[in-house]
Nanobody, 113 residues
Framework: VQLQASGGGLVQAGGSLRLSCVAS????????TGWYRQAPGKQREWVAD???????RYLDSVKGRFTISRENAKKTVYLQMNSLKDEDTTVYYC????????WGQGTLVTVSS
C-alpha cells in the first residue's frame, strides 16, 4: 500500500490550496485518515482527520480555514486549505490508520506574505 500526496505549492497569504492523497492497494479496517505537517527541526503535528464514520476533527489553528473530506470510491482524501497564513508553510503528510499505520511522502506548502 502506498499513499501519494499532491497539491502542494507556492501561494500568497490568504490564498487557497487543495491537497490530495490517493491510496494504492487495499487498506483494511480503516479507523481514520488524516493530515499532519512537519516543519524542519520540529515534531510532526496533527492537522485534521476524518473517521470511517465521517466525523472530522481539526487543529484549533486551522479550524474554519481547512476542510478534510474523502472520496471512498477514489480512495482519496483531501485537505482544502483556505485563508492560508505564513505559519501554514511546511510539509504536509497524509496518514491512514487501518490494520497498520500508513504515511504518504509529503507535499510542500509554501505561503508567501
Amino acid at each position: 500500500v502506498q499513499l501519494q500526496a499532491s497539491g502542494g505549492g507556492l501561494v500568497q497569504a490568504g490564498g487557497s490550496l487543495r491537497l490530495s492523497c490517493v491510496a494504492s492497494g487495499r487498506i483494511f479496517s480503516i479507523k481514520y485518515t488524516g493530515w499532519y505537517r512537519q516543519a524542519p527541526g520540529k515534531q510532526r503535528e496533527w492537522v485534521a482527520d476524518i473517521t470511517s464514520g465521517g466525523s472530522t476533527r481539526y487543529l484549533d489553528s486551522v479550524k474554519g480555514r481547512f476542510t478534510i473530506s474523502r472520496e471512498n470510491a477514489k480512495k482519496t482524501v483531501y485537505l482544502q486549505m483556505n485563508s492560508l497564513k505564513d505559519e501554514d508553510t511546511t510539509v504536509y503528510y497524509c496518514h491512514v490508520l487501518g490494520d497498520t499505520a500508513y504515511w504518504g511522502q509529503g507535499t510542500l506548502v509554501t505561503v508567501s506574505s
